[in-house]
C-alpha cells in the first residue's frame, strides 16, 4: 500500500511539472535551407562565349533600339547566366541559352530595320543632291555614290544586312560631298550671273547715255 | 592745213552724223551682242545644272560687256574730240575770213597752233589730248574781237 501511495504521489509530481508553463524562451531566426550546388552539370563556356559574341554584334551595330524589349530581354538573362556561372551551372546554361536565343531575335528583327533606316537616310540626301541637278553639275562624283547605294542596295535584298549597312552609310557620305559641292557650285553660278547682268544693265545704261548726247549734239 | 586731216575729220563727221540720224544705238555693237548672247547661255546651262559652264559662259559675258563698255566709251571720246574740233576749226576759219583786230591777232595765231595740234592729236587717236587743245582754242577765240566789232 506504501508503495501505491509513493508511486502516486510521483505520478501526481510528473503531471504537475508536465502541466506548468514553460519558460520563455529566444525567438531563434529560422535556418534557411542551403540551396543545393548542382556541381555535376558541366560550366557553360560555350554558350557564355556565344551569348557575349552576339550581344556585342548587336550593341556594335546599334540594333538595341529597334528591338528594345527583346535587348532587354537578353540583357536580363545574360546577367543572369553571368550571375550563376560556376555556382549552378545548370541554371547559367538555361539563361544563357535564353539569352543566346533572345539576343538572335533582336538581330533577326533589328538588321532589316536599320537598313531600311540607313536607305532612308541615303535617300533623303540623295534627294536632295538631285533636286540641285548634282547628277550633272558633279556627273563623275555622283555615277560613284549612285554605284555605291546600288551595291547597298543589292546587299541589302541579298540579305546581308551589315554590309548593306556599311555601304549605306559610305553612299549617304559620298552624296552628302556631292550635294555640298554641288550647292557651292550652284551658287558660283548664281553669282557669277548676276555679275554678268548687273554688268550688262550697266553697259545699257552707259550706252543709252551717251547715244542721247551724241543723238541730242550735245557734249 | 592738212587736207587729209580735213578729210578724214569730214568723214568722221559725216559718220557720226549719219548714226546719230538712224538712231542706231552704240549698243548695237558685237561684243554687246556677244555678252547678251553668252549671258542666255549662262542662264541655260544653270537651268541645267551645268554650274561651272554657266559660270565660265558668265565671265566671258563679263569680259564682253567690258569690251562693249569700251567701245562705248570711245565712241563717246570720238565723238566728243570731234565735235569740239569741228567748233574749233569753224571759229579759227570763221576769225580768219573776218579778221580780228591787231591787238587779237596774237590769240589768233596761238588758235591756230593749238587747233593744228588738235588736229594732229586726233589723228593720232589721242582724243583726249585733242580735246583739251580744241578747249584751248575756243577758250583763247571767245576773248576775241573781229574787226567789225567794236
Given amino acids: 500500500m506504501k508503495k501505491i501511495v509513493i508511486l502516486l504521489l510521483a505520478g501526481l509530481a510528473v503531471l504537475l511539472v508536465s502541466c506548468a508553463s514553460p519558460p520563455e524562451q529566444p525567438v531563434e531566426e529560422p535556418v534557411q535551407p542551403v540551396q543545393p550546388v548542382d556541381t555535376r552539370a558541366p560550366l557553360p563556356e560555350k554558350e557564355l562565349v556565344e551569348a557575349k559574341s552576339l550581344k556585342t554584334r548587336v550593341d556594335n551595330n546599334e540594333l538595341s533600339e529597334f528591338a528594345l524589349e527583346d535587348y532587354q530581354q537578353a540583357e536580363k538573362s545574360l546577367q543572369e547566366g553571368e550571375a550563376a556561372y560556376g555556382k549552378d551551372n545548370a541554371a547559367a546554361k538555361k539563361a544563357l541559352d535564353a539569352a543566346i536565343t533572345t539576343y538572335k531575335t533582336v538581330i533577326s528583327k533589328a538588321f532589316p530595320l536599320k537598313t531600311s533606316r540607313s536607305q532612308a537616310e541615303v535617300d533623303t540626301i540623295k534627294a536632295k543632291a538631285e533636286s540641285i541637278k548634282a547628277p550633272v553639275a558633279m556627273k563623275a562624283e555622283y555615277a560613284a555614290a549612285k554605284a555605291r547605294y546600288d551595291q547597298a542596295v543589292a546587299a541589302k535584298d541579298a540579305g546581308n544586312f551589315e554590309q548593306a549597312i556599311s555601304l549605306f552609310a559610305e553612299a549617304k557620305s559620298l552624296f552628302q560631298d556631292v550635294y555640298e559641292k554641288t550647292k557651292a557650285k550652284k551658287e558660283a553660278a548664281e553669282a557669277g550671273i548676276k555679275s554678268a547682268q548687273d554688268g550688262i544693265k550697266d553697259a545699257e545704261e552707259k550706252a543709252k547715255a551717251a547715244d542721247e548726247e551724241i543723238q541730242g549734239g550735245g557734249e | ?150
Avoid: C, H
Avoid at chain 2, 13 to 31: K, M, R, T, V
Avoid at chain 2, 35 to 51: F, I, K, N, P, S
Avoid at chain 2, 58 to 71: G, V
Avoid at chain 2, 113 to 119: K, N, P, V
Fill in chain 2, 1 to 150: 592745213m592738212n587736207k587729209t586731216i580735213v578729210l578724214g575729220l569730214l568723214v568722221l563727221g559725216l559718220l557720226f552724223s549719219a548714226s546719230a540720224a538712224s538712231g542706231q544705238s552704240l549698243l548695237d555693237n558685237p561684243d554687246y551682242k556677244k555678252a547678251v548672247e553668252l549671258q542666255r547661255q549662262a542662264e541655260a546651262a544653270y537651268t541645267e545644272g551645268d554650274y561651272d559652264r554657266a559660270r565660265e559662259y558668265s565671265e566671258q559675258a563679263r569680259i564682253y560687256t567690258e569690251r562693249s563698255n569700251t567701245y562705248v566709251n570711245e565712241r563717246l571720246l570720238i565723238y566728243r574730240a570731234n565735235s569740239l574740233l569741228k567748233r574749233a576749226q569753224e571759229r579759227v576759219a570763221y576769225f580768219k575770213a573776218v579778221g580780228v583786230q591787231p591787238d587779237y591777232q596774237g590769240y589768233l595765231d596761238q588758235a591756230e597752233i593749238d587747233l593744228a595740234q588738235a588736229e594732229n592729236s586726233y589723228k593720232a587717236g589721242r582724243y583726249e589730248e585733242s580735246i583739251e587743245f580744241s578747249k584751248k582754242v575756243l577758250a583763247g577765240i571767245a576773248v576775241m574781237k573781229t574787226l567789225q566789232e567794236k
